[in-house]
Protein backbone atom coordinates (compact mmCIF):
# COMPACT_ATOMS: atom_id res chain seq x y z
CA UNK A 1 0.00 0.00 0.00
CA UNK A 2 0.60 3.34 -1.00
CA UNK A 3 0.48 6.18 1.95
CA UNK A 4 0.52 10.03 1.85
CA UNK A 5 0.65 11.95 5.21
CA UNK A 6 -1.24 15.45 5.66
CA UNK A 7 -0.29 17.31 8.65
CA UNK A 8 -2.92 20.50 8.07
CA UNK A 9 -1.80 22.32 11.10
CA UNK A 10 1.90 22.79 9.04
CA UNK A 11 5.06 21.25 10.75
CA UNK A 12 5.49 23.48 13.74
CA UNK A 13 4.69 20.70 16.72
CA UNK A 14 5.06 17.01 15.86
CA UNK A 15 1.49 15.22 15.00
CA UNK A 16 1.55 12.52 17.04
CA UNK A 17 -1.42 10.37 15.02
CA UNK A 18 0.42 10.71 12.34
CA UNK A 19 3.59 9.52 13.81
CA UNK A 20 2.26 6.54 14.86
CA UNK A 21 0.18 5.96 11.27
CA UNK A 22 3.52 6.26 9.72
CA UNK A 23 5.08 3.38 12.33
CA UNK A 24 2.19 1.01 11.84
CA UNK A 25 2.33 0.84 8.07
CA UNK A 26 6.05 1.10 7.61
CA UNK A 27 6.01 -2.20 10.12
CA UNK A 28 3.47 -3.79 7.98
CA UNK A 29 5.53 -3.13 4.96
CA UNK A 30 3.65 -0.08 3.28
CA UNK A 31 5.30 2.91 1.54
CA UNK A 32 5.13 6.23 3.78
CA UNK A 33 5.43 9.94 2.68
CA UNK A 34 4.37 13.35 2.85
CA UNK A 35 1.62 14.19 0.50
CA UNK A 36 3.15 17.36 -1.66
CA UNK A 37 0.42 18.29 -4.15
CA UNK A 38 3.25 18.76 -7.23
CA UNK A 39 5.26 15.90 -6.68
CA UNK A 40 3.48 12.36 -4.93
CA UNK A 41 1.69 10.48 -7.47
CA UNK A 42 -1.32 8.62 -6.82
CA UNK A 43 -2.08 6.93 -3.78
CA UNK A 44 -3.80 4.01 -1.90
CA UNK A 45 -5.16 6.11 1.18
CA UNK A 46 -3.80 9.86 2.29
CA UNK A 47 -4.66 10.38 6.20
CA UNK A 48 -5.16 14.31 7.28
CA UNK A 49 -5.19 15.28 10.69
CA UNK A 50 -5.68 18.60 12.49
CA UNK A 51 -5.18 19.78 15.52
CA UNK A 52 -6.81 23.52 15.55
CA UNK A 53 -10.00 24.17 14.62
CA UNK A 54 -9.35 27.33 13.63
CA UNK A 55 -6.75 25.79 10.81
CA UNK A 56 -7.61 26.49 7.55
CA UNK A 57 -8.59 23.45 5.94
CA UNK A 58 -6.25 21.66 3.52
CA UNK A 59 -7.18 23.82 0.11
CA UNK A 60 -5.25 21.06 -2.75
CA UNK A 61 -6.79 18.30 -4.40
CA UNK A 62 -5.69 14.90 -2.80
CA UNK A 63 -4.91 12.04 -5.76
CA UNK A 64 -6.32 8.89 -3.50
CA UNK A 65 -8.55 6.17 -3.77
CA UNK A 66 -9.46 7.07 -0.17
CA UNK A 67 -8.81 10.40 2.20
CA UNK A 68 -9.42 10.22 6.08
CA UNK A 69 -9.66 12.88 8.29
CA UNK A 70 -8.78 12.76 12.19
CA UNK A 71 -7.77 14.97 14.79
CA UNK A 72 -9.45 17.69 17.18
CA UNK A 73 -9.62 20.20 14.67
CA UNK A 74 -12.38 18.42 12.37
CA UNK A 75 -14.39 17.32 15.43
CA UNK A 76 -14.72 20.76 17.19
CA UNK A 77 -16.61 23.22 15.95
CA UNK A 78 -17.34 27.10 17.17
CA UNK A 79 -20.82 28.01 17.18
CA UNK A 80 -22.38 31.14 18.17
CA UNK A 81 -18.88 32.00 20.04
CA UNK A 82 -18.54 28.60 21.35
CA UNK A 83 -16.66 25.70 20.84
CA UNK A 84 -18.98 22.46 20.56
CA UNK A 85 -17.80 18.75 20.55
CA UNK A 86 -19.40 16.83 17.16
CA UNK A 87 -18.91 13.00 18.47
CA UNK A 88 -19.81 11.79 15.08
CA UNK A 89 -17.05 13.50 13.48
CA UNK A 90 -14.19 11.65 16.27
CA UNK A 91 -12.10 9.32 14.34
CA UNK A 92 -10.32 7.32 16.62
CA UNK A 93 -7.07 5.48 15.96
CA UNK A 94 -7.49 1.66 16.21
CA UNK A 95 -5.95 0.39 19.67
CA UNK A 96 -2.90 -1.37 17.61
CA UNK A 97 -2.20 1.84 16.07
CA UNK A 98 -2.49 4.40 19.74
CA UNK A 99 -0.06 1.54 21.30
CA UNK A 100 2.15 1.87 18.60
CA UNK A 101 5.95 3.50 19.32
CA UNK A 102 5.89 7.14 17.33
CA UNK A 103 7.55 7.35 13.78
CA UNK A 104 9.43 10.60 15.03
CA UNK A 105 11.65 10.44 11.66
CA UNK A 106 8.82 12.42 10.55
CA UNK A 107 10.19 15.23 12.24
CA UNK A 108 13.58 15.46 12.43
CA UNK A 109 14.37 18.76 13.41
CA UNK A 110 11.99 18.81 16.31
CA UNK A 111 12.42 15.35 17.71
CA UNK A 112 15.86 15.50 18.09
CA UNK A 113 16.46 13.66 20.54
CA UNK A 114 13.01 14.49 21.95
CA UNK A 115 9.78 12.30 22.72
CA UNK A 116 6.35 13.64 22.87
CA UNK A 117 2.89 11.78 23.97
CA UNK A 118 0.34 11.21 26.78
CA UNK A 119 -0.01 8.98 29.47
CA UNK A 120 -3.22 9.68 30.42
CA UNK A 121 -6.30 11.27 28.85
CA UNK A 122 -9.13 13.05 30.18
CA UNK A 123 -10.18 15.60 32.71
CA UNK A 124 -12.63 15.60 35.36
CA UNK A 125 -13.38 19.66 35.22
CA UNK A 126 -15.72 19.91 32.29
CA UNK A 127 -15.02 23.34 31.78
CA UNK A 128 -17.35 25.38 29.61
CA UNK A 129 -14.39 26.80 27.56
CA UNK A 130 -12.94 23.46 27.30
CA UNK A 131 -13.39 20.19 25.18
CA UNK A 132 -11.17 17.64 26.66
CA UNK A 133 -13.73 16.26 28.76
CA UNK A 134 -16.56 15.90 26.41
CA UNK A 135 -14.59 14.76 23.75
CA UNK A 136 -11.93 12.10 25.88
CA UNK A 137 -14.20 11.83 29.17
CA UNK A 138 -14.55 13.95 32.37
CA UNK A 139 -11.96 11.77 34.26
CA UNK A 140 -8.78 11.55 33.68
CA UNK A 141 -7.21 8.09 33.55
CA UNK A 142 -4.23 6.50 32.65
CA UNK A 143 -3.45 5.34 28.65
CA UNK A 144 0.03 4.22 28.51
CA UNK A 145 3.19 3.82 29.84
CA UNK A 146 5.99 6.06 29.76
CA UNK A 147 7.73 3.39 27.25
CA UNK A 148 5.47 3.42 25.07
CA UNK A 149 6.89 6.76 23.25
CA UNK A 150 9.89 7.27 24.98
CA UNK A 151 13.17 5.32 24.45
CA UNK A 152 16.32 6.87 25.96
CA UNK A 153 15.76 10.32 24.33
CA UNK A 154 17.21 13.17 27.00
CA UNK A 155 14.05 15.28 26.95
CA UNK A 156 10.24 14.18 27.19
CA UNK A 157 7.52 16.82 25.99
CA UNK A 158 4.37 15.56 28.31
CA UNK A 159 0.97 16.62 26.44
CA UNK A 160 -1.80 15.32 28.94
CA UNK A 161 -4.77 17.46 30.07
CA UNK A 162 -4.74 16.73 33.72
CA UNK A 163 -1.99 14.04 34.53
CA UNK A 164 -2.30 14.73 37.94
CA UNK A 165 -6.13 14.02 38.37
CA UNK A 166 -5.33 10.49 37.48
CA UNK A 167 -5.17 8.06 40.73
CA UNK A 168 -2.47 6.52 39.08
CA UNK A 169 -0.17 10.27 39.03
CA UNK A 170 2.32 8.74 41.58
CA UNK A 171 3.37 6.04 39.31
CA UNK A 172 3.37 8.05 36.30
CA UNK A 173 5.25 10.26 37.85
CA UNK A 174 7.79 8.02 39.08
CA UNK A 175 8.42 7.12 35.43
CA UNK A 176 9.30 10.44 34.68
CA UNK A 177 11.60 10.50 37.25
CA UNK A 178 13.34 7.40 36.87
CA UNK A 179 13.24 8.51 32.64
CA UNK A 180 16.14 11.33 33.81
CA UNK A 181 14.82 13.13 31.03
CA UNK A 182 14.27 16.71 31.06
CA UNK A 183 10.61 17.50 31.19
CA UNK A 184 8.28 19.50 29.82
CA UNK A 185 4.69 19.16 31.08
CA UNK A 186 3.09 21.78 28.01
CA UNK A 187 -0.67 21.55 28.94
CA UNK A 188 -1.63 23.31 32.41
CA UNK A 189 -1.26 21.06 35.34
CA UNK A 190 -4.30 21.51 37.84
CA UNK A 191 -2.94 23.40 40.43
CA UNK A 192 -6.49 23.56 42.59
CA UNK A 193 -5.40 19.46 43.20
CA UNK A 194 -2.00 19.89 43.97
CA UNK A 195 -0.64 18.80 47.62
CA UNK A 196 2.59 18.74 49.40
CA UNK A 197 2.99 14.83 48.53
CA UNK A 198 2.43 15.95 44.76
CA UNK A 199 4.89 18.99 44.69
CA UNK A 200 7.43 16.81 46.46
CA UNK A 201 7.23 14.52 43.74
CA UNK A 202 7.16 16.95 40.71
CA UNK A 203 10.73 18.35 42.44
CA UNK A 204 11.88 15.08 41.84
CA UNK A 205 11.35 15.30 37.93
CA UNK A 206 14.02 16.83 36.23
CA UNK A 207 11.98 19.79 34.99
CA UNK A 208 12.38 21.69 32.02
CA UNK A 209 9.48 23.72 32.24
CA UNK A 210 6.07 23.09 33.66
CA UNK A 211 2.74 24.78 33.25
CA UNK A 212 -0.17 25.64 34.92
CA UNK A 213 -3.41 27.58 34.58
CA UNK A 214 -5.59 29.90 36.34
CA UNK A 215 -8.76 30.50 34.16
CA UNK A 216 -11.20 30.95 36.29
CA UNK A 217 -11.04 34.26 38.21
CA UNK A 218 -13.83 33.02 40.83
CA UNK A 219 -10.76 30.59 41.90
CA UNK A 220 -8.59 32.84 43.30
CA UNK A 221 -8.97 32.11 47.41
CA UNK A 222 -8.79 27.99 46.21
CA UNK A 223 -5.56 28.68 43.90
CA UNK A 224 -2.92 31.50 45.41
CA UNK A 225 -2.66 29.25 48.65
CA UNK A 226 -1.79 26.61 46.05
CA UNK A 227 0.25 28.18 44.09
CA UNK A 228 2.33 29.86 47.47
CA UNK A 229 3.10 26.48 48.60
CA UNK A 230 4.45 24.76 45.23
CA UNK A 231 6.74 27.92 44.81
CA UNK A 232 7.65 26.87 48.99
CA UNK A 233 8.45 23.65 48.16
CA UNK A 234 10.29 23.29 44.59
CA UNK A 235 11.91 26.70 44.92
CA UNK A 236 11.38 27.08 41.05
CA UNK A 237 11.42 30.55 39.65
CA UNK A 238 9.73 32.23 36.25
CA UNK A 239 12.03 30.55 34.29
CA UNK A 240 10.67 26.95 34.87
CA UNK A 241 7.02 27.81 36.27
CA UNK A 242 4.25 29.61 33.86
CA UNK A 243 0.36 29.94 34.38
CA UNK A 244 -1.83 29.92 31.42
CA UNK A 245 -4.21 32.97 32.09
CA UNK A 246 -7.53 32.57 30.12
CA UNK A 247 -8.74 35.41 28.15
CA UNK A 248 -12.14 37.02 26.65
CA UNK A 249 -14.23 34.23 28.19
CA UNK A 250 -16.49 35.27 31.68
CA UNK A 251 -13.52 37.94 33.17
CA UNK A 252 -13.58 41.87 32.76
CA UNK A 253 -10.01 43.48 31.95
CA UNK A 254 -9.50 44.03 35.78
CA UNK A 255 -9.84 40.70 36.38
CA UNK A 256 -7.42 39.65 33.93
CA UNK A 257 -4.75 42.15 34.95
CA UNK A 258 -5.06 41.06 38.46
CA UNK A 259 -5.19 37.62 37.97
CA UNK A 260 -1.08 38.63 35.64
CA UNK A 261 -0.09 41.15 38.28
CA UNK A 262 -0.50 38.64 41.14
CA UNK A 263 0.81 35.62 39.36
CA UNK A 264 4.19 38.11 38.55
CA UNK A 265 4.66 38.87 41.70
CA UNK A 266 4.83 35.36 43.21
CA UNK A 267 7.90 34.41 40.64
CA UNK A 268 5.45 32.89 38.10
CA UNK A 269 5.25 34.17 34.06
CA UNK A 270 1.65 34.54 33.19
CA UNK A 271 0.72 33.50 29.57
CA UNK A 272 -2.38 35.10 28.29
CA UNK A 273 -4.95 32.89 26.24
CA UNK A 274 -7.17 34.69 24.29
CA UNK A 275 -11.09 32.27 24.03
CA UNK A 276 -12.11 32.56 20.55
CA UNK A 277 -9.43 34.77 18.97
CA UNK A 278 -11.27 35.15 15.97
CA UNK A 279 -14.09 37.52 17.73
CA UNK A 280 -10.94 40.15 18.32
CA UNK A 281 -8.87 42.17 16.19
CA UNK A 282 -5.20 42.89 16.37
CA UNK A 283 -6.08 46.68 18.15
CA UNK A 284 -8.88 45.06 20.98
CA UNK A 285 -7.39 45.85 24.49
CA UNK A 286 -7.23 41.96 25.14
CA UNK A 287 -4.81 41.39 22.01
CA UNK A 288 -2.75 44.02 23.47
CA UNK A 289 -2.74 42.62 26.76
CA UNK A 290 -1.78 39.06 25.41
CA UNK A 291 1.32 41.16 23.44
CA UNK A 292 2.21 43.14 26.17
CA UNK A 293 2.16 39.83 28.72
CA UNK A 294 3.76 36.69 26.45
CA UNK A 295 6.42 38.96 25.28
CA UNK A 296 8.48 38.85 28.60
CA UNK A 297 11.29 40.96 27.89
CA UNK A 298 8.97 43.60 27.72
CA UNK A 299 6.46 42.32 30.54
CA UNK A 300 9.76 41.99 32.87
CA UNK A 301 10.42 46.07 30.82
CA UNK A 302 6.84 48.26 31.72
CA UNK A 303 5.67 47.03 34.66
CA UNK A 304 2.05 48.15 33.93
CA UNK A 305 -0.24 47.80 31.41
CA UNK A 306 -1.36 51.53 30.98
CA UNK A 307 2.51 52.47 30.13
CA UNK A 308 2.45 50.42 27.55
CA UNK A 309 -1.22 50.07 25.84
CA UNK A 310 -1.18 52.05 22.44
Same mark, same amino acid.
Not at 161 to 166: E, G, Q, S
Not at 249 to 267: A, K, S
Given at each position: ????????????????????? *????? #??????????????????????????? +???????????????????????? &???????????????????????????????????????? +??????????????? #???????? =?? =? *??? *???????????????????????????????????? =?????? =???????????????????????? #?????????????? +??????? &??????? &? *?? +??? &????????????????????????????????????????????????????????????????
Amino acid at each position: MKVGLIDVDGHHFPNIPLMKL *SAWHK #AHGDMVEWYEPLFSGHLDRVYMSKVFS +FTEDYPYHIRADEVIKGGTGYCIE &TINGMERYQKDKDIKLPDEIEHTYPDYTLYPKLCTDTAYG +FLTRGCPRNCLFCHV #AAKEGAYA =VK =V *SEL *SEFWNGQKRIVLCDPNLIACKDWQSLIQQLIDSKAK =VNINQG =VDIRLMTAEKAKMIKRMKIDSIHF #AWDRYEDKDVVLPK +FRMFKEI &TGWGPQK &T *SV +FVL &TNFDTTIDQDLERIYTLRDMGYNPYVMIYNKGSTNKNDVVRQMQRWVNNRRIFHTVKRFEEYQV
